[in-house]
């Protein structure tokens, strides 16, 4: 390994986000190297995707790579609060598109993707942990620790920070901004889940409605292997009411969800329970000199409508065609081609998310279905991951859209 190397592009991480924006940029001749802490496969937390992730997986050329596998498919999501579902088909959507995806178990996932990366020829390093940057007016140098904790330094003439919960660059460059979300906690686990076909569809995500704090929802994501993801978020302070460790928290929640509790009778941990919080957050600005922020290294929400890897993996694929031209020597507006197309679909779940919490999203998801097939399928859509769709008014006008639907049904 040189001690000094120079690169068209340097990635930082080789999550959904990093994987395939180098994919991509390989694949168009660029010589790009990803530099990723971990080595893979590693576990992450974020196993169900949506619909709207299948495009970019195709664009990227790696989707016979994700479909082969054999994870397990996903066709749309069950909600249940107390003895109320509503199933929702993804299939049944206003966008065109794709209808199913895939709920995924992450180390093999990432792995899958971040494999394709030198095939097309990029250039892929595990256990380089970045530790520094400078920017000049042609190009950027990043400081690299590698594993054996030797410091090295890769220039390069664009950097993609895909470091995701990392947030490399905003962190260096002091770009953190409060995402405006209430502070919550997660706390998840895997189950060989033993549950039987007839008590539960696999090809569904299932969320759950906490029966008296409607803020707090579980997720069951079944896997293809007979294990699920199991989690719980709520406010720290309703996770703390619950005990101590994380795992009687944890427990303890699920017992309160009588179905849901039902459903897990038999189920086995088959990982230690995990807990993360403060997850939401932002970038003041998603691209500077000579760099852009990709996935949650620019923004993340919120778990409950599973858009991020969605959201990583739209960002890569918006950002691929400005670098080419600025690696060409034309001139980009970041803001308007990169900043404003990405930030369209963010916004969507952000109000999405809102009207989660504020109750009204969960009074239009629990009433019973009308008449009205068209907007239901404009909702679906959305919870499909279509959210940059602008013909969309729940897209373009999210929150008059929501608000108007949730009114009609008081
Ligand atoms: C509780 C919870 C549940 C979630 N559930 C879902 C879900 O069901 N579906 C969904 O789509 N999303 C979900 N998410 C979100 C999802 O986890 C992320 O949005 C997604 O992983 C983002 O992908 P990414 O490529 O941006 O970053 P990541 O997947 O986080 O990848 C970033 C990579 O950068 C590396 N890195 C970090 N720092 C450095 C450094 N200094 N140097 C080098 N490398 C570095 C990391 O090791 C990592 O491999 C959930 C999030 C939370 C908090």
Redesign the pocket.
Known sequence: MAAHETRDVAV???????AVAAVMLARRGTDVLV????TFP?F???????PQSMPVLERAGVIGAVTDHGFQLKNGASFRRGPKTSVIDFREKYTEGWGTTFQVQ?ATF?KILADQIEPVGGALRFG????GVAFDARSAVLNVRDRAGRDYEVRARFVLD?????R?LPRLLGLEEDAKLTNRQ?L?VHVRDRITDEQFDRNK?LITVHPDEPDIWY?L?PFSDGTSSL?V?GRPAQVAARGTGHRDQLWGLVTEAVELKQLLNDAEETRDVGS?AG?SRRASALHGRNYAL????GE?LD?VF???????LKSADLVVDPVMRHLAGKTVDWEEEYSKSLRVGIDTFRHFVQAWYDGSLQKIIFSTPGDNHSIQRMVVSVLAGYAWDQSNPFVSETERYLSALAGQLS
């Not at 990709?294 to 290294?297: E, K, Y």
């Open positions: 930082i991480g080789a999550g959904p986000a990093g530099l990723e802490r971990e590693r992450s937390i974020g196993e169900s995707l949506l992450r990432d380089q942990t970045i530790t895909a470091s995701g919960f990392g490399v997660a998840f995500i997720w994501i989690g978020v993360i997850y990709l996935g949650n290294a993340f778990p599973s858009s991020g890897v969605t959201i990583a």
